[in-house]
Structures are given as structure tokens and as C-alpha cells.
């Protein structure tokens, strides 16, 4: 599966931005989608993930309250939420795909990785 990431850009903080991520192919909804992002100089981090099944969705903690995970499956896109945002969610936002029968949080478990879109967040 292809992903393309779209949706980043500059905002102040407090603001909100929602992330895109659309995939190709029809086998969509048979994936585990993520998304990751990686600060300048930093490791890229997990930041939440939606299960392709019920659907289920997981945080991390540092997004959790602010940040909205949801897909469609009829376009198959993924989406990012994200409200108040602070300076510190400043990076590159990837998305991911995953064939896994449970929901991973680990980047290594994800076999499919889109190119990227950048968020800056303003103080």
C-alpha cells in the first residue's frame, strides 16, 4: 500500500491543524493505520493508532485529550486531529500501515510509512 500525508503547515499555539493520510489500493480496511512524528534532533515518536477492526484507537500521552485519531474507510484515509496545540508538537507527522492482527505502537511493526507533512506550532 501506497500512503501520501498531507495537511501539515504553520499554526500558532492553541490552534488546530487536521492531518490527511490517503491510501492507495482496496485492502484498506484490513489495516492497523498510525501515525508517528519526528522532531528535529529527536527520535521519531509514536502519537496514536486505530485498529482496522470495532474500530479501537490509542494514544500516547502526551497527545491523549488533544489529539483525534478517526478513518474512513470508504476513502481510504486516516486522519489526525489536533486541537491546542503547543510548540513542542512541532515535527514531521508520518503516517503508517500496518497488517498486524492487534494494534501496534512500536515503528518497527509498521510495514508501510507515508512521506511526511510538517506541523509547526508557533509560540
Known amino acids: 500500500v501506497q500512503l501520501q500525508a498531507s495537511g501539515g503547515g504553520l499554526v500558532q499555539a492553541g490552534g488546530s491543524l487536521r492531518l490527511s493520510c490517503v491510501a492507495s489500493?482496496?485492502?484498506?480496511?484490513?489495516?492497523?493505520m498510525a501515525w508517528f512524528r519526528q522532531a528535529p534532533g529527536k527520535e521519531r515518536e509514536f502519537v496514536a493508532a486505530?485498529?482496522?477492526?470495532?474500530?479501537?484507537?490509542y494514544y500516547a500521552d502526551s497527545v491523549q485529550g488533544r489529539f483525534t485519531i478517526s478513518r474512513d474507510n470508504a476513502k481510504n484515509t486516516v486522519y489526525l486531529q489536533m486541537n491546542s496545540l503547543k510548540p513542542e508538537d512541532t515535527a514531521v507527522y508520518y503516517c503508517?500501515?500496518?497488517?498486524?492482527?492487534?494494534?501496534?505502537?512500536?515503528?518497527?511493526?509498521?510495514?508501510?510509512w507515508g512521506q511526511g507533512t510538517l506541523v509547526t506550532v508557533s509560540s
Open positions: 489500493g482496496r485492502t484498506f480496511s484490513r489495516y492497523n
Open positions: 503508517a500501515a500496518d497488517q498486524s492482527v492487534t494494534m501496534q505502537v512500536t515503528q518497527n511493526q509498521y510495514d508501510f
Open positions: 486505530i485498529s482496522f477492526s470495532v474500530p479501537s484507537t
